[in-house]
């Protein structure tokens, strides 16, 4: 794979932890480096809780056009537009799931966790789905959870393959 020689040449002189994962669908070489190494989830844990949100829509628990009133605790800054929003806007799962996707909106993340049912349905789903390295421990902006020792956490081979299988 020549991507590869290119790939781990530029980052050998890189200085700090890399995982990498790439697999080409037409295929199905794959190039890892520290595949199964856990990380700190960022926001890149917001792709699997959306993906448990759309399984429950399809089960029928929730129908996109279902209005969700924000709680209170749920409202926290960092990214996202529903912070600087009048606090009377109720939105729909469907808005939550796009705003949580595509400008990674803290506090529609924060109600899909409630939404889904907590982090331990959360966890179950991405086990279920094999990923093996994924868990969510906390919601975000959640300093006092992330000072307990609580987090969200990710491999790039997990992220990797969630993102083969959508």
């Given at each position: 794979m020549k991507v590869g020689q290119s790939v781990f040449a530029r980052l050998s002189s890189f200085e700090g932890n890399?995982?990498?994962?790439?697999?080409?669908?037409?295929?199905?070489?794959?190039?890892?480096?520290?595949?199964?190494?856990?990380?700190?989830?960022?926001?890149?844990?917001?792709?699997?809780?959306?993906?448990?949100?759309?399984e429950m829509i399809s089960e029928g628990k929730y129908k996109m056009s279902d209005?969700?009133?924000?709680?209170?605790?749920?409202?926290?800054?960092?990214?996202?537009?529903?912070?600087?929003?009048?606090?009377?806007?109720?939105?729909?799962?469907?808005?939550?799931?796009?705003?949580?996707?595509?400008?990674?909106?803290?506090?529609?993340?924060?109600?899909l966790v409630e939404l889904a049912g907590g982090f331990e349905k959360i966890n179950e789903y991405c086990a279920g789905l094999g990923l093996t390295s994924t868990v969510m421990q906390r919601k975000m902006m959640d300093s006092e959870a992330r000072e307990k020792g609580l987090d969200n956490w990710v491999s790039a081979r997990d992220i990797g393959q969630l993102l083969e299988k959508i």
């Amino acid at each position: 794979m020549k991507v590869g020689q290119s790939v781990f040449a530029r980052l050998s002189s890189f200085e700090g932890n890399i995982g990498l994962y790439f697999k080409d669908l037409t295929d199905d070489e794959t190039l890892e480096i520290n595949g199964n190494r856990v990380f700190s989830a960022a926001s890149i844990i917001k792709i699997p809780l959306t993906l448990k949100i759309s399984e429950m829509i399809s089960e029928g628990k929730y129908k996109m056009s279902d209005k969700i009133v924000i709680k209170e605790n749920n409202r926290v800054g960092g990214t996202g537009v529903i912070q600087n929003l009048n606090k009377e806007y109720i939105p729909t799962v469907a808005e939550l799931i796009l705003l949580t996707l595509s400008v990674s909106d803290n506090v529609a993340t924060n109600e899909l966790v409630e939404l889904a049912g907590g982090f331990e349905k959360i966890n179950e789903y991405c086990a279920g789905l094999g990923l093996t390295s994924t868990v969510m421990q906390r919601k975000m902006m959640d300093s006092e959870a992330r000072e307990k020792g609580l987090d969200n956490w990710v491999s790039a081979r997990d992220i990797g393959q969630l993102l083969e299988k959508i």
